[in-house]
C-alpha cells in the first residue's frame, strides 16, 4: 500500500512569519510532487508541483523535494491570514495505476494575525 | 471557461436509496477520477478512468459504481449497500499518459444521509 503522511497539525505561525509543512511517501518510484490547498467545504487548488530534486520557487512559495530521502516539503514565507488552510500533499508515478495520485491526510495551517 | 462541473452541490439520501452524482469535465483529459473525503482526512480514491469504457477500482469502491460511456463524463453513483455515504464527495481529471500532469478538481458534491 503506497503511502503518503503529513503532521496532521495544527501548525500555528505568527502573521509574517515562515510555514515549513512537510510530507514523506512510502513508493520510490513516484515520479511527481504536488502541494494542494484546501480551504474548509471547499476543493483543493494546485499552489505548487516539483519533479525533480531540489528547490522550486514560486511568489512566497517554495517546494522542495528529495527524493532519496522521499521527503518532499513546503515553505510558506511572510505568511497572511489567508494562508490558513489545509496543506494537502499528493504523489503521482507513472502510467496506468502508478499515474493515480495518492494524498496524505493534510496539515491544518493556522496564522494568526 | 474549460473545467470540471459537479452537480449537485449538496445531496440528501434517504436511507436505502441510490443517488448518482454527476462529473462533467471539457478540458480534454483522459483520466477522471472520484474521492470521498470526511472530516479531518485525507483523499481517498474510489473509483478511476483512464479511457472511454474502461474503469477501475481504487481503494474504497464498496458500495459505489461508475460508469464512462463519454470522455467528458463519469458519474458515480452511491448505492443503498454503501452503509456510511455521508462525505464530501470531488471528481478530478488528469491528461493521462504523460506522468508530471497535476489533478484538476471539480467543486465538489457534499452528501448527507437522513
Known amino acids: 500500500q503506497k503511502e503518503v503522511e503529513q503532521n496532521s497539525g495544527p501548525l500555528s505561525v505568527p502573521e509574517g512569519a515562515i510555514a515549513s509543512l512537510n510530507c514523506t511517501y512510502s513508493?520510490?518510484?513516484?515520479?511527481?510532487f504536488f502541494w494542494y490547498r484546501q480551504y474548509s467545504g471547499k476543493s483543493p487548488e494546485l499552489i505548487m508541483s516539483?519533479?525533480?530534486?531540489g528547490d522550486k520557487e514560486d511568489g512566497r512559495f517554495t517546494a522542495q523535494l528529495n527524493k532519496a530521502s522521499q521527503y518532499v516539503s513546503l515553505l510558506i514565507r511572510d505568511s497572511q491570514p489567508s494562508d490558513s488552510a489545509t496543506y494537502l500533499c499528493?504523489?503521482?508515478?507513472?502510467?496506468?495505476?502508478?499515474?493515480?495520485?495518492?494524498f496524505g491526510k493534510g496539515t491544518k495551517l493556522s496564522v494568526k494575525p | 471557461d474549460g473545467g470540471i462541473t459537479q452537480s449537485p452541490k449538496y445531496l440528501f439520501r434517504k436511507e436505502g436509496q441510490n443517488v448518482t452524482l454527476s462529473c462533467e469535465q471539457n478540458?480534454?483529459?483522459?483520466?477522471m477520477y472520484w474521492y470521498r473525503q470526511d472530516p479531518g482526512q485525507g483523499l481517498r480514491l474510489i473509483y478511476y478512468?483512464?479511457?472511454?469504457?474502461?474503469?477501475q477500482k481504487g481503494d474504497i469502491a464498496e458500495g459505489y459504481s461508475v460508469s464512462r460511456e463519454k470522455k467528458e463524463s463519469f458519474p458515480l453513483t452511491v448505492t443503498s449497500a454503501q452503509k456510511n455515504p455521508t462525505a464530501f464527495y470531488l471528481c478530478?481529471?488528469?491528461?493521462?499518459?504523460?506522468?508530471?500532469?497535476?489533478?484538476?478538481f471539480g467543486q465538489g458534491t457534499r452528501l448527507t444521509v437522513v
Open positions: 478530478a481529471s488528469t491528461i493521462e499518459g504523460v506522468g508530471y500532469t497535476e489533478a484538476f
Open positions: 513508493d520510490r518510484g513516484s515520479q511527481s
Open positions: 516539483i519533479y525533480s530534486n
Open positions: 499528493a504523489v503521482r508515478g507513472y502510467g496506468g495505476s502508478q499515474g493515480n495520485l495518492i
Open positions: 478540458l480534454n483529459h483522459d483520466a
Open positions: 478512468s483512464q479511457i472511454v469504457n474502461d474503469f
